[in-house]
């Protein structure tokens, strides 16, 4: 498979469109799902995903093809969602750092359970309800996860994708499971 | 409830892949005799399954399409850059021969003036070079933009560009140059066009690539 998508990616290369389509139906799934988990909304996700394949033609010269294109192609899906979520919210960032607290975020301040969770799956269908948790993940603990579990890159990869190192990516792997536990303990 | 912060790091690298047979048999060992910690890592795998148990979801049907419209169509430029970078071999061909079909132009329309190559004993008349009788020319002999009457003995080459070869006044066809009075001992080129004129230069070119 990976030797079908990098014949493509040379055709790409010599100017054939035909061929990016190929890829991009191999790849939309994938793509579309991470940003819909990404963003939470599917009006989003077709948006960002959209712009991800276009982006990834315009620049097609500047991969090289001896690394993994879905590395590359997850790169780029996974930057551009996180720019749009932070257009989303201009005020303020929950995620973002606190000054000398070393690495906590305001989502450390909220009251960890404001509502029981039992209640909570009562009314919604517990898949919808881990999901809706996993999205109130900080951005950069929610795409390790999603990346690991759902996507089933490994760290490796991971680190790639998200160009940061391999120490951080098991550091916030291991804070977004923790997180995750205790918000799904009590299901 | 974090009854041991090292275990539940152990529990995170058990996970990741990251440990050891050792540092599992420890692991292993402290799960078997503490509840809590026990507890924490059964949490943690349930977390993770719950995680890859979530919904699927579809993807719109139009994505890939609606993508390949709003793909940017390929400026000419870059289209012809990359065409150039694919074939630097048909490119370089392209502009020798662009340059090269310059200067043979050029070196048409240059000048409308009579050339003679410079041999002794021709003698001149207006247009017409002429070869005097028992008169015998020992080289080449080139011609341009005059008509050239031979009665003498050419041992060379003849070219004439851009004019006749005459007997007497009278046009002399190529056919009948042979039965002519004067001689020549080489080849005769006879060149009136410019095509004939470009094929000439190349073939001289090429000629002169060959011998050297």
Redesign the interface.
């Known amino acids: 498979m990976d030797e079908m998508i990098r014949e493509k990616i040379k055709q790409v ?3 054939d ?1 035909s061929s ?2 190929d890829i ?2 191999y790849f ?2 994938r793509i ?2 991470h940003c ?2 990404m963003l939470g909304n ?1 009006h989003e996700a ?1 948006d960002v ?2 712009e991800a ?2 982006r990834a ?2 620049n097609i010269d500047s991969f090289d093809n001896r690394r993994k294109f879905s590395t590359w192609l997850y790169r780029i899906a996974t930057n551009l969602t996180i720019d749009r979520i932070r257009k989303r919210k201009p005020d303020y960032f929950l995620d973002a750092e606190m000054k000398g607290t070393d690495g906590l975020d305001m989502y450390t301040r909220l009251p960890s359970q404001d509502r029981s969770p039992g209640e909570e799956v009562e009314g919604l269908e517990l ?2 309800f ?2 809706q948790e ?1 999205a109130e993940l900080p951005p950069k603990y929610r795409s390790i ?1 999603m990346l690991r ?2 996507e089933e890159f490994s ?1 490796k990869e991971i680190s790639d994708i998200l160009n940061i190192p391999l120490g951080t990516v ?1 550091t916030r ?2 804070r977004g ?2 997180a ?2 205790k918000k ?2 009590h ?1 | 409830m974090d009854c041991n912060r090292e275990y539940a790091q152990l529990m995170h690298q058990y996970l990741d892949g990251d440990l050891n047979q050792r540092e599992e048999a420890i692991l292993r060992l402290h799960l078997e005799g503490c509840e809590v910690c026990q507890k924490h890592f059964h949490e943690l795998k349930r977390t993770l399954t719950f995680i890859q148990s979530t919904e699927h979801i579809s993807v719109p049907e139009s994505l890939s399409s609606k993508v390949m419209q709003n793909l940017p169509t390929e400026k000419k430029q870059v289209k012809y850059k990359r065409w150039f970078k694919a074939h630097p071999v048909l490119t370089a061909a392209a502009i020798f021969f662009v340059l090269m079909i310059g200067s043979v132009f050029s070196s048409w329309s240059q000048d409308s003036q009579l050339v003679v190559s410079k041999q002794e004993n021709l003698v001149i008349e207006g247009d017409t070079v002429i070869v005097p009788e028992g008169i015998t020319v020992p080289g080449d002999l080139l011609v341009k933009n005059g008509d050239l009457m031979v009665k003498g003995t050419i041992e060379g080459d003849v070219t004439i560009v851009n004019g006749e070869l005459l007997e007497d006044g009278n046009m002399l066809d190529e056919e009948s140059f042979t039965a002519s009075v004067g001689e020549v001992n080489g080849e005769f080129n006879h060149v009136d066009q410019f095509f004939e004129w470009i094929w000439y230069t190349f073939k001289n070119l090429f000629k002169g690539i060959f011998t050297f």
């Open positions: 290369k010599k100017g469109q990016f389509e991009v139906i939309q799934n579309y799902q819909y988990r599917a077709e995903a959209q394949f276009i033609y315009t898949q919808r881990i999901h996993i996860i579990y759902l760290l098991k792997i291991h499971r923790e995750l536990r799904l303990r299901v």
